[in-house]
Structures are given as C-alpha cells and as structure tokens.
C-alpha cells in the first residue's frame, strides 16, 4: 500500500539524510517502476533542513566536497557540457525553440529586489514542449525562494527523489544557489524545503542502506 504524507524537520543536511532515509526504509512501501527496477517509496515527504551549512556533507556519502562543488558550479552556471540537460541550463538558461534563453535566476533576483515580500521569485526546469515527450526528465521541477525578515528560504519540488544517491548532493548545490542569491540580494541565507511526490531508495541502495542504518555502513554509489 502506498506511504504518503510523512514531514521532518532538520537541523542540517546530513541529519536530514539519515532521518529520511531511516523513513523511507521503514515505513515506505516496495514498488516496480516504470523501469522495472525495485524501489522503497514514500510519496508527498517534506524535509526541512534549518541550518544547510553545517554538516553539508554526510561522513557515509561517497561525494567529497571537491565532487560536490563542481556539482553545485554546475547548478550554478548556463552550460552545458554535452549532457541531456542540467539543472543549471533549465534555471540560467531556459529556452524553447526559436526562444532566446532567460536566465531565471537572474528573475528572481531582480524581483526580490523589487519586492522584499515577493511570492514571484519562482524557477521551474520543466519544458512542457521538450519535456512532455521525453523519457530523461528533470527530477527537481521548481525552486522557489522566500525573503522574510532579512532571511532567504528557498522551497524545491521534485517529482521524484532519488534520496540515498542524490539527495546529498542536491542540497549541497542548492545551499550553493541560495548562498549566491542571498548575497546578490543582501540577505541571510535561511532554510531548504524539499517537497518530494516520490521519495525513494532504489533496490541497488537498500544492502547500504540497511547497514548504515545499524551504524555499519558507508556510501558507495
């Protein structure tokens, strides 16, 4: 029976790994996907991480900071290094055919600067024309970023969540983006809302996953 509905509130990043996987793996319920390959999955889950810049990095995760800041540059920037897409391209760089590219990011900027109280600081990487009919699609859908008392939030959906290989990783670059966006506009960096429709660990991850969660275990993708 799908698991649905699940909210943690965390104080860093890895804490927010460890405790959503230790969820998913317990109360998440095993399904074949599309792919047919085996998952755990738990659907609408929420994780707040208050403070993303300590302990960024999980001791278990197989990323050190040099990988995972060459991902966030990635996030950061408009190019494209022979890749399907980037999350980077889609947010500095989004376009249809025959459209010139809008750099999102730079939107949001410009209206939180405009408005410190803005609800319209939104960037989506979804390309309906492009992505409507494709079968390698961006995972994260919308970044949404909040300016509330001096402080930055930034709020992402994603509709599915790889959350034992990717999770670390997207929120190591996500703090990178609200890092850049906070500074560019003058405020604090605040907290990172993940809302995942499918949060899941895939049958390749559980032996990992199950070891760590007695303390045995460190990641190797």
């Not at 649905?4 to 790994?17: E, P, Q």
């Not at 999955?41 to 040099?66: G, K, R």
């Not at 024309?129 to 919308?142: G, L, Q, Y």
Request: include cysteine; charged fraction near 25%.
């Amino acid at each position: 029976m799908a698991r649905l509905g699940r909210f943690i509130r965390a104080r860093t990043i890895s804490d927010a790994w460890r405790r959503g996987l230790n969820l998913i793996w317990r109360q998440g319920a095993q399904i074949t996907d599309e792919r047919g390959t085996r998952i755990r999955e738990l659907l609408s889950m929420q994780v707040v991480v208050e403070d993303p810049y300590h302990e960024m990095i999980p001791a278990e995760y197989s990323w050190n900071e040099e990988r995972l800041e060459e991902y966030a540059q990635q996030l950061l920037s408009g190019n494209n290094p022979g890749f399907e897409y980037t999350y980077g391209e889609r947010l500095r760089a989004w376009s249809l055919p025959g459209v010139p590219a809008l750099d999102q990011i730079e939107q949001v900027i410009l209206r939180l600067k405009a408005s410190a109280n803005t609800r319209r600081a939104t960037a989506v990487t979804w390309i309906v024309p492009v992505d409507a009919c494709k079968d390698e699609v961006p995972c994260m859908i919308v970044d949404d970023f909040k300016l509330r008392d001096g402080c930055l939030h930034l709020s992402i959906f994603f509709r599915s969540h790889d959350f034992a290989g990717a999770y670390p990783a997207n929120l190591y670059g996500l703090a990178r983006l609200l890092q850049y966006v906070s500074r560019e506009v003058g405020a604090e960096p605040g907290s990172i809302s993940t809302t995942s429709a499918s949060a899941h660990i895939y049958e390749h991850d559980w032996d990992f996953v199950e070891k760590m969660l007695l303390g045995k275990g460190s990641y190797e993708s």
